[in-house]
C-alpha cells in the first residue's frame, strides 16, 4: 500500500481485516472488473468470495452471527472494495443500511430473525426510499400504505433499489396517513421480504426490470412496484407506524459515510493509473511526470485524495462514538464525490486519447464516478445539509 489515505489507530483486528480485504481486491476483483463491468455481468465469484470473509456481516453484532465491527472498518473496507470495482461496494452498502437500521430500531423479533441470516448473506437487503417522481425530496414520495385488520396494503411506484432484483429483503419507506401534523411522522418504514429475480417476485410485487446505467455496471439497479401488496403488521420497522422517515434518516447517515469511501476508493484507484501511466510515457524526451504541468497536476490529484480520505474517517468516527454526525457525513459525502470527480478527470486527461479506449480502465471510471454526486442525496442537498446544520450551531443570541 502506498503513503495516501493510511489510517492511524487502527487496532490488529482492524488492520487484518483490511490486509485480507485489499489483497482480495488484488487478486480477485482488479483482474476482472473492467470485463465484467463492459458486459453488465453480476459478479457472483466475487459475492461468494465476500461472503467466505464474512463482510456481509461486518456490522452485524456478534450476538446476531456477525463481526460487530465498526462503521469506520465498514467504510475502510469499502474504499477499499471500490478502489477495484465500485460496483461491489454498492452489493454491501444497501444490505449494510437495511441491517444497521433492523439493528438500532428493529423489534427484538425482528433482530433474531433478519440478522444472522443477513451476516451470512443468505438474506440480502435493499433500501428503497426515492420514487420516479422525486429524488431527494423525501416528503413528495406517494407510494401509500392503508390498514387491513393485522395488514397492511401498499399500492405505489419505487424507483432506484439498488440488488433490487438480488435482494430478498427490502426496506421501504410508505406514506401511512397516522393524522400526524407533519408529514415526516405520517411514514412508515415496511421490512418487505421477496424473491430474488425480475417479474412478479410475490403477489401484488413486481421488479420489472434492470435499469440501464451509464456507468456502476454489474449491480443490479431496479423499480419496485407495489399493487395491492399485502404485509404483515409485524414487518413494521420497530412495531410502530409513523417513524419511517426519521430510521431511514438514520440509515442514510450511515449511507453518506460509505459513499464517501466509495469516492474515496474510486480516486485512490485513479490516481494510482494516473501515477503510473505518467512515468511509462514519454514525451519531448522525457516521462510525462517529469513536465511541470502534469507533475503539478499529481500533486493537486494526491492532495485530494488524502483530504477527502481523513474527512471520511472523521465522520465515521463521529457516528461510532454515538455522536450526531449529519453535518459530518454530508461534508465527507459532498468533498469525496466533488473531489473524486476531478481526480477521475485529472487522471482522464493525464491519459490523453488512451484514455477515451475501453482498454484502458480510466474509461470505466470516468463512467463511474458521477453517481456519487447523486448517490444518497445530491451535492446540492449536501449542502443545504451542511448549510442548515451550520445555522444550528452557529445561530446568534439574543
Aim: proline share 3%; aromatic share 8%.
Amino acid at each position: 500500500m502506498g503513503r495516501l489515505q493510511q489510517t492511524h489507530g487502527l487496532t490488529d483486528v482492524q488492520e487484518e481485516i483490511l490486509a485480507t480485504v485489499r489483497e482480495f481486491v488484488d487478486k480477485e476483483i482488479l483482474p476482472v472488473a473492467t470485463e465484467l463491468e463492459h458486459r453488465d455481468e453480476y459478479p457472483q465469484a466475487i459475492v461468494e468470495g465476500m461472503k467466505e470473509m464474512g463482510l456481509f456481516g461486518l456490522m452485524i453484532p456478534e450476538e446476531y452471527g456477525g463481526l460487530g465491527e465498526s462503521l469506520l472498518t465498514y467504510a475502510l473496507v469499502v474504499e477499499e472494495l471500490s478502489r477495484g470495482w465500485m460496483s461491489i461496494s454498492g452489493i454491501i452498502n444497501t444490505h449494510f443500511i437495511v441491517a444497521y437500521m433492523i439493528k438500532q430500531h428493529g423489534t427484538e423479533e425482528q433482530k433474531r430473525y433478519f440478522l444472522p441470516r443477513m451476516a451470512t448473506g443468505e438474506v440480502r437487503g435493499a433500501f428503497s426510499m426515492s420514487e420516479p417522481g422525486c429524488g431527494s425530496d423525501v416528503a413528495a414520495i406517494k407510494t401509500k400504505a392503508t390498514r387491513d385488520g393485522d395488514d397492511w396494503v401498499i399500492n405505489g411506484q419505487k424507483m432506484w433499489l439498488t440488488n433490487g432484483g438480488t435482494a430478498n429483503l427490502v426496506a421501504v419507506l410508505v406514506k401511512t396517513d397516522l393524522g400526524a401534523e407533519s408529514v415526516y411522522r405520517n411514514m412508515t418504514t415496511f421490512l418487505v421480504e421477496k424473491e430474488p429475480g425480475f417479474g412478479e417476485v410475490a403477489p401484488g410485487l413486481t421488479v420489472p426490470g434492470k435499469i440501464d446505467k451509464m456507468g456502476y455496471k454489474g449491480v443490479d439497479t431496479t423499480e419496485l412496484v407495489l399493487d395491492g401488496f399485502r404485509v404483515p403488521g409485524d414487518r413494521i420497522l420497530g412495531g410502530e407506524p409513523g417513524r419511517g422517515f426519521y430510521q431511514m434518516m438514520d440509515g442514510v447517515e450511515v449511507g453518506r459515510v460509505n459513499v464517501a469511501a466509495r469516492g474515496c476508493g474510486v480516486a485512490r484507484r485513479a490516481f494510482e493509473l494516473a501515477v503510473e501511466y505518467a512515468q511509462q510515457r514519454t514525451a519531448f524526451g522525457k516521462q510525462i511526470a517529469e513536465h511541470q504541468a502534469v507533475m503539478f497536476r499529481l500533486a493537486e490529484m494526491a492532495t485530494k485524495v488524502e483530504a477527502a480520505h481523513q474527512m471520511m474517517v472523521m465522520a465515521a468516527r463521529r457516528k461510532d462514538s454515538g455522536a450526531r454526525n449529519d453535518l459530518e457525513a454530508g461534508m465527507a459525502k459532498y468533498l469525496a464525490s466533488e473531489y473524486c470527480k476531478e481526480v477521475v478527470e485529472d487522471a482522464f486527461r493525464i491519459h490523453g486519447g488512451y484514455g477515451f479506449s475501453k482498454e484502458y480502465e480510466i474509461e470505466r471510471l470516468y463512467r463511474e464516478a458521477p453517481m456519487l454526486l447523486i448517490g444518497e442525496g445530491t451535492a446540492d442537498i449536501q449542502k443545504m445539509i451542511i448549510g442548515r446544520r451550520l445555522l444550528e450551531e452557529y445561530k446568534l443570541k439574543g
